[in-house]
C-alpha cells in the first residue's frame, strides 16, 4: 500500500504560481504518481503523471506548457509545480498512486486533497 499526503495549497492571484507536493509512504517502489483535480460541478480530471523513473510524463492539455510535474531523487515525494495559474484552475488537487507503469489507467491510492484558489 502507499499512503500520500500532499500540501502547498492556497490562495493566489491570477498570474501567480503556486508549488504542491506529495509525500509518499509505504511501498512507493514502482509507483506512477499523479495529480487530479475537481472542480465545483465538474468531472475529475487527471491534471499530470509520471512514472516510477521519471522517463514519462503526462500532462492534460489544459495546463501543458503551466504545470511541471516531478519527483525527488528519492523518489518519495511528487510536486507539481503550477504557473501562470488561472481562475478556472480553481479545484481540489489530489495526489494519487498506482503500480505500474500506465500513467492512464485507474489509481489505487489517493491523499486528502489540497484546496487551490485562483482570484481573478
Known amino acids: 500500500q502507499v499512503q500520500l499526503v500532499e500540501s502547498g495549497g492556497g490562495l493566489v492571484q491570477a498570474g501567480g504560481s503556486l508549488r504542491l507536493s506529495c509525500a509518499a509512504s509505504?511501498?512507493?517502489?514502482?509507483?506512477?504518481m499523479g495529480w487530479f483535480r475537481r472542480a465545483p460541478g465538474k468531472a475529475r480530471e487527471l491534471v499530470a503523471a509520471?512514472?516510477?523513473?521519471?522517463?514519462?510524463?503526462y500532462y492534460a492539455d489544459s495546463v501543458k506548457g503551466r504545470f511541471t510535474i516531478s519527483r525527488d531523487g528519492a523518489k518519495t515525494t511528487v510536486y507539481l509545480q503550477m504557473n501562470s495559474l488561472k481562475p478556472e484552475d480553481t479545484a481540489v488537487y489530489y495526489c494519487?498512486?498506482?503500480?505500474?507503469?500506465?500513467?492512464?489507467?485507474?489509481?489505487?491510492?489517493w491523499g486528502q486533497g489540497t484546496q487551490v484558489t485562483v482570484s481573478s
Open positions: 494519487a498512486a498506482r503500480y505500474g507503469s500506465e500513467l492512464l489507467s485507474e489509481y489505487r491510492y
Open positions: 509505504g511501498r512507493t517502489f514502482s509507483a506512477t
Open positions: 509520471i512514472t516510477w523513473s521519471g522517463g514519462s510524463k
